[in-house]
């Protein structure tokens, strides 16, 4: 069955970066596309960015350009998104999820706490 | 990319119907059919309920149907079960590899 489990929560402080991994199983890695999704707490989705594990293609939200870096491990089936200077307002989990076209995200990771704290 | 338009809020009782709508723009809504509506219970990953704005993934009961027109998409829950109380998200493809996600409803079964 298909499953993306995601790394442990991370701690950091204002101004560091924060890489968190997805390691995909159950199905061919390069098929599909990772998404990366946060949600601060108590608020809504949101759409971070894009990258085909078969020719490391990225496409990133505006609000994250410069900012974020996403790449993968096709050795190992992992996905992995790199965030920098982070601010307080980055506290937020961290989901990543399988980006099946047009089918949407049909499958997700369990989610990554980043606390963003001084 | 502005997040898509979603209300705060809906409730129902069991039994009844209730629609949540999802307004965007002519660059995202109204120029893809790549509309897609999630489940999220409190502490849990989102389950999608709706692919290509009105498929259901094996699985999803009939309850849920969607539909769209123009700029505006729409998630319908007929037949309002307890277990549908949750936060419901819209999600559209914007073009150029991008998406965007509404900014989420809560719904209450009373």
């Known amino acids: 069955q298909v499953q993306l489990v995601q790394s442990g929560g991370e701690v950091k402080k204002p101004g560091a970066s924060v890489k968190v991994s997805c390691k995909a199983s159950?199905?061919?890695?390069?098929?599909?596309?990772i998404s990366w999704v946060r949600q601060a707490p108590g608020q809504g989705l949101e759409w971070m960015g894009w990258i085909d594990p078969y020719n490391a293609n990225t496409h990133y939200a505006q609000n994250f350009q410069g900012r974020v870096t996403m790449t993968t491990d096709t050795s190992t089936s992992t996905a992995y998104m790199e965030l920098r200077s982070l601010r307080s307002d980055d506290t937020a989990v961290y989901f990543c999820?399988?980006?099946?076209?047009?089918?949407?995200?049909?499958?997700w990771g369990q989610g990554t706490l980043v606390t963003v704290s001084s | 990319q502005s997040a898509l338009t979603q209300p705060a809020s809906v409730s129902g009782s069991p039994g009844q119907s209730i629609t949540i709508s999802c307004t965007g723009t002519?660059?995202?809504?109204?120029?893809?059919?790549?509309v897609s509506w999630y489940q999220q219970y409190p502490g849990k990953a989102p389950k999608v309920m709706i692919y290509?704005?009105?498929k259901r993934p094996s699985g999803v009961s009939n309850r849920f149907s969607g539909s769209k027109s123009g700029n505006t998409a729409s998630l319908t829950i007929s037949g309002l079960q307890a277990e549908d109380e949750a936060d419901y998200y819209c999600c559209s493809f914007a073009g150029s590899s991008t998406s965007v996600f509404g900014g989420g409803t809560k719904l209450t079964v009373l």
């Open positions: 290509e704005v009105n």
């Open positions: 999820a399988r980006a099946s076209g047009s089918l949407g995200f049909n499958y």
């Open positions: 159950g199905y061919t890695f390069t098929t599909y596309g």
């Open positions: 002519s660059s995202d809504v109204g120029s893809y059919n790549h």
